[in-house]
């Protein structure tokens, strides 16, 4: 029952769940909308899970369109200079009697194959990637880069976003464990010191440490207090 209660305070609410995880998922040409939808079948039930899909799709049309809106300037501004060169490459044949009309002809076709409306959905109904080992997400973004460029960039910037498992709040409460009442007139030197020593416990590569012999610490203690006078002087 506390797993399940666990389990539902971060994930039985669709609106609290970061959805840029969903985003992730879906931009993965292995997975796609597809695996989404098994996904929340599995967890939510058919009925709240089409209701849960709408809500992650409609999130992520939202968040598509702002890339739409924020880089489509560049892309129209590269366009422009590529036909103005164009046409005055092709200026000596202006007296062509059908040129206007080509010309024409020519940058609605520029306009079409760089215009970046219907990405998302043209890359929702593409086939699937099969799954291998030598499979690079990373590398078939930028290869498939001109066919999507605005998905990629959005693809570049939610797969960049590195994954934790660590529950936010427990940043915060680090200092709450350590300043209890019983330590609260620690000095900060001696608060750093604690923290730091809870970090090197903790981390797996020092796991086989040794720990300090009595000496030593003697030692540290010693070089601590110089420090401490030499501070007091400066």
Not at 53 to 80: C, G, P, W
Not at 173 to 191: A, E, W
Request: charged share 25%; with cysteine; net charge negative.
């Amino acid at each position: 029952m506390a797993m399940k209660a666990k389990f539902q305070k971060y994930y039985g609410n669709i609106q609290k769940i970061n959805l840029l995880l969903y985003f992730a998922l879906v931009l993965d040409p292995r997975n796609k909308k597809h695996y989404l939808d098994l996904l929340f079948v599995d967890r939510y039930g058919k009925e709240l899970a089409d209701v849960n899909i709408k809500f992650v799709m409609d999130s992520m049309h939202e968040l598509y369109n702002d890339y739409i809106r924020i880089h489509s300037q560049s892309f129209t501004t590269a366009e422009s200079s590529g036909s103005s060169m164009l046409s005055k490459r092709d200026k000596p044949e202006d007296t062509t009697p059908n040129q206007p009309f080509r010309n024409k002809l020519r940058e609605q076709m520029i306009t079409q194959r760089v215009e970046p409306i219907g990405e998302l959905d043209k890359f929702l109904k593409e086939d699937f990637e099969k799954y291998l080992e030598s499979f690079n997400l990373l590398e078939w973004w930028k290869v498939n880069s001109p066919r999507f460029p605005i998905l990629s960039l959005m693809a570049r910037d939610l797969f960049v976003i590195p994954v934790s498992t660590v529950a936010s709040e427990s940043v915060f409460s680090t200092s709450g464990r350590v300043l209890d009442p019983y330590r609260s007139s620690l000095t900060p030197r001696i608060v750093e010191s604690l923290i730091c020593t809870q970090n090197w416990l903790r981390d797996s590569s020092t796991s086989s440490m040794q720990l300090l012999n009595e000496e030593d610490w003697n030692i540290i203690q010693a070089i601590d207090k110089e420090l401490e006078k030499e501070e007091h002087i400066t």
